[in-house]
Structure formats: structure tokens, C-alpha cells
């Protein structure tokens, strides 16, 4: 079972001496030792490169915060910070989304009018200036693309997994 393996790693600090590309220690739930899983890994690590980067790291927020149906971890953790936040300093954290719908993700120039920049028609959050910018950035927003994909892929299989039921409650 994914949870038991993943407090069990938790409770040993398993992962503290490991190389995260040489481990045999799983570094996300739901994975198998088959190459389909083996190349999740590979994308895994490079969204993790790519969008720790300053300049991309509320791209990949945004998508995650308008995908919150597949990862509601990811908008629970903002909606806490949010109000932590406030309750803290007093002060309204800026909406991510909203912030990054007024300008180009390629090419960062602020529009006039927000409703002039394209709209990725897949993802439905980039925006771009133009077709140039949209290619221009393509190599890293496709990661964005390829990251809802694996995830609902994962979430479908383990919804037509039967499921264990199991009278213990574990803390």
C-alpha cells in the first residue's frame, strides 16, 4: 500500500542519504518498476529542474492551482498560505493566477488589455503575446502539458484498482 511505504520512508528518513537517480527507493506514490513508470521518474525530475528556476516556478503554480482537481494538495497548501499570510502580516497574497493572465509567459510584456494575449487552448492558463512567443516557451510549458497528463493517467488507474477496505485506522 502507497501510504504505508510512504509514512514508513517518512518515519525512517529513508530518503536522506539517497541519490534521487540512483535510489530504488520509489520518489513518488503509485509507482511500479515498469519503463512507463521509470519515464514518469525522468519527467518528474525534470519539471522539478526545470520549475524550481525563479522565472518559472508560478507558471508551474498556476497550472497547478487551475488543475486542482488533480493534485488538491498543491491549492489546499495555498489557500493555507494565503490566510496565513493575512492573518500574519496583515497583508493579501497576490492571486498567482490572475497575475500571470495579464502578461506573456515567454516574454513577460504586460498587456493593456489581458484578454488580448492567446490562451493556451489545452491547459487554458498560458498566454502569450503571439504564435512566436507560444514557441518561444513551448519546451518548457509542454513539461506543464505532460505533467496533467501523467497525472490523470495515474489517478484513472488507481480509480478502476479495486479497492482494499480496511478496518483499521491508521494516524
Not at 528556476?53 to 494565503?82: C, D, F, R, T
Not at 498567482?96 to 506573456?104: G, V
Not at 516557451?137 to 480509480?159: F, P, S
Request: charged share 35%.
Amino acid at each position: 500500500d502507497n501510504v504505508e511505504y510512504f509514512f514508513e520512508c517518512k518515519k525512517l528518513n529513508a530518503y536522506a542519504a539517497e541519490d534521487p537517480l540512483k535510489t530504488k527507493l520509489k520518489l513518488f506514490l503509485g509507482l511500479e518498476d515498469d519503463e512507463d513508470s521509470k519515464e514518469v521518474v525522468r519527467h518528474n525530475l525534470r519539471v522539478l529542474q526545470t520549475f524550481s528556476h525563479p522565472a518559472n516556478i508560478l507558471k508551474y503554480l498556476a497550472v497547478s492551482l487551475k488543475h486542482a482537481e488533480l493534485n488538491p494538495g498543491v491549492k489546499m497548501y495555498h489557500l493555507i498560505m494565503q490566510d496565513w499570510v493575512k492573518t500574519r502580516w496583515g497583508k493579501a497574497a497576490p492571486d498567482i493566477e490572475d497575475e500571470l493572465a495579464r502578461a506573456c509567459w515567454a516574454c513577460g510584456k504586460e498587456a493593456e488589455d489581458p484578454a488580448a494575449l492567446k490562451t493556451c487552448t489545452d491547459c487554458k492558463v498560458a498566454r502569450y503575446c503571439n504564435r512566436d512567443c507560444q514557441r518561444q516557451e513551448w519546451k518548457v510549458h509542454k513539461l506543464l502539458h505532460k505533467e496533467i497528463e501523467h497525472t490523470k493517467d495515474i489517478l484513472d488507474k488507481n480509480a478502476n484498482e479495486p479497492e482494499e477496505h480496511d478496518d483499521e485506522i491508521m494516524f
